[in-house]
C-alpha cells in the first residue's frame, strides 16, 4: 500500500509544486514506483514533469468529479519509475461542483484506492488554499509535508492550517500525521533565512526536516523546460538538497513513522 502525502500550505510562493515535484522524481530515483498527484487547477505539477497542456483527455477532474477510473488518467512521465495524474483547467470548477456530491470530501480518497497497491509513494500537489480540493487530499493523505519560506511571516497561516489538520483528524482521517515542515528558498548569505530556520527548529523541533531547500537558479529554470531538477541539472545544489529530502523521507517510510512529534502539534 502506497504512502500518500499531502504537499500543502495555503500561503502562495513557499515551493509547493517545486518541492510536490522534485520530491516525486527523487523517490521514483530510488527505483520505487511513484505517483504524482496534481490537485491544483493550475496544472503546475503536471507541466513540471514534461505533460504538456491539452495533450492529455483525461485528468484528475474525471477522477474526482465524475467518478471515472483513475488509472485511465495516469500517464508515464520522462522519468523512470514517476507517473503523474494530471491537472488542467478543467479542474477550476471542481470546488462548486463537489458540493453537491455526497461524501464530497473522500472522493480522491476513494479514487486513489484503486491504484495505491501500484505505487510506493503518492505525492499530492495541493492548491493554494484550504477549499474542497486540499481538503479532499489531506483526507487521502497518510502524512503532509508543509513547505514554508524563510522569511519573517514564514509562521503565518501554518497555525491556521495545523487548526484544519486537527479537525481533519477528527471528522474525516484520524490516522493523519506530519511528515515534516521544509525551510525553503534558505538564502545561507543573509541572517533572515538563519533566523527563521532556528525560530523554526525552537518552536517545532523534530518537526521540521534537517534538509532544507535553498534559493537556486536551476531550481527556478527547470519548470519551464518541463523537467524536475534531477534530469534539467542533476548537479546542482537544488537536486542535492532534494536527494537529501528523499533520503530522509524514504527514512520515514522505513520507521513506517512521519516527523516524530507530528501527532503533539495537531492536537
Known amino acids: 500500500m502506497a504512502k500518500i502525502i499531502a504537499v500543502a500550505n495555503q500561503k502562495g ?4 509544486t517545486t518541492t510536490a515535484v522534485n520530491l516525486a522524481a527523487v523517490l521514483a530515483g530510488f527505483q520505487v514506483p511513484v505517483l504524482l498527484v496534481d490537485a491544483d487547477p493550475q496544472g503546475n505539477a503536471t507541466s513540471g514533469v514534461g505533460i504538456q497542456r491539452g495533450s492529455f483527455r483525461k485528468s484528475i477532474y474525471h477522477s474526482v468529479v465524475m467518478g471515472e477510473p483513475l488509472a485511465d488518467a495516469v500517464l508515464q512521465t520522462e522519468t523512470p519509475f514517476l507517473s503523474v495524474l494530471p491537472a488542467n483547467k478543467d479542474l477550476a470548477g471542481a470546488e462548486v461542483e463537489l458540493v453537491e456530491i455526497e461524501r464530497r470530501e473522500f472522493r480522491l480518497s476513494q479514487a486513489l484506492a484503486t491504484i495505491d497497491e501500484a505505487y510506493q509513494f503518492i505525492i499530492i500537489d495541493c492548491p493554494p488554499s484550504l477549499g474542497l480540493l486540499t481538503l479532499n487530499a489531506l483526507t487521502a493523505a497518510k502524512s503532509l509535508l508543509v513547505p514554508i519560506q524563510c522569511e519573517y511571516y514564514a509562521l503565518e497561516g501554518v497555525t491556521e492550517l495545523f487548526d484544519t489538520l486537527a479537525r481533519i ?4 482521517n484520524p490516522g493523519l500525521t506530519i511528515e515534516g ?7 545561507e548569505r543573509t541572517n533572515l533565512s538563519s533566523a527563521v ?3 523554526l527548529r525552537d518552536f517545532y523541533g523534530r518537526q521540521v526536516f534537517e534538509t532544507v531547500i535553498p534559493r537556486n537558479v536551476r531550481l527556478a529554470e527547470a519548470p519551464s523546460y518541463g523537467k524536475p531538477i ?4 542533476p548537479h546542482s545544489k537544488g537536486a542535492d538538497a532534494y536527494f537529501q529530502l528523499g533520503k530522509e523521507i524514504m527514512a520515514h517510510d522505513t520507521k513506517g513513522i512521519g516527523s516524530g512529534a507530528g501527532s503533539t502539534a495537531l492536537g
Open 13 to 16: 510562493g513557499v515551493g509547493k
Open 169 to 172: 483528524r477528527r471528522l474525516h
Open 181 to 187: 515542515l521544509l525551510l525553503t528558498m534558505y538564502d
Open 197 to 199: 530556520a532556528s525560530d
Open 230 to 233: 534531477t534530469l534539467y541539472d
